[in-house]
């Protein structure tokens, strides 16, 4: 069946450091993988997306690596601040089912000064 | 100018009753969607709507019955409400299939059941 999953429920970070959250999915089959924030009360927000052939994306101070080897997704935020603190979903499609998002558990980022 | 809007943002109300939830966008985008998030903040779609046409329809009680009477609309419906639907639900939308795979997320609205 289709899932998708994170390692670790929540991440503690100092305030600077680069924080690294994770996610696995198990569908070969999806061609595109995104990253979502929400905040505390608020609905989802795009962070970043990626593409299936593509290993790396970059935006600002954040950069998504997938490894279709391993079936591995990963959110790379540099500096981390306290307004990164929220929780952060990973979600995959494949084209071939409407584009349908399918979300993993989510990983809750807490961020101390 | 909120892009995705979602009324009301809270509704409480008691088992057995039937409510609805309305989204409205103005991004001009075709396909629109309701999720439902658990209290483990767990997201799962629930329905989809692209052009006023239903082409996602999860597992889910009939219950539910989304409407879409245009593109910029998808409200959700649901008839004798039961305890285990309490939850935070989701719109979303998207400019269209053929389109980003991105979705564009409303505010939520938490419905909480007694």
């Known amino acids: 069946g289709e899932s998708v999953g994170l390692h670790l429920p929540t991440l503690s970070v100092q305030e600077g450091d680069n924080s690294i959250i994770n996610c696995a999915y198990s569908n070969s089959a999806s061609d595109y993988f995104i990253w979502y924030k929400q905040e505390s009360g608020k609905g989802p927000q795009f962070i970043i997306d990626?593409?299936?052939?593509?290993d790396k994306r970059q935006g600002q101070r954040v950069t998504v690596l997938l490894n279709k080897t391993v079936k591995h997704l990963s959110l790379q935020i540099a500096a981390t601040q306290p307004g990164d603190s929220a929780v952060y979903f990973c979600a995959e499609a494949f084209s071939g089912g409407y584009n349908k998002l399918i979300f993993g558990a989510g990983t809750r980022l807490a961020v101390h000064p | 100018d909120t892009a995705v809007s979602q009324t009301p943002k809270y509704l409480v109300t008691q088992m057995g009753n039937d409510k609805s939830i309305k989204c409205e966008q103005n991004l001009g985008h075709d396909t629109m969607y309701w999720y439902k998030q658990d209290s483990k903040k767990f997201l799962k779609i629930m329905f989809s709507y692209n052009n006023k046409e239903l082409i996602i329809n999860e597992t889910v009680p009939n219950r539910f019955s989304p409407k879409s009477p245009d593109k910029a609309h998808l409200n959700l419906h649901i008839n004798s409400l039961e305890l285990g639907d309490s939850a935070v639900y989701f719109c979303a939308s998207r400019p269209g299939l053929a389109g980003g795979y991105e979705q564009y997320f409303g505010p939520g609205t938490r419905l909480t059941v007694t």
């Open positions: 990626i593409r299936s052939n593509m």
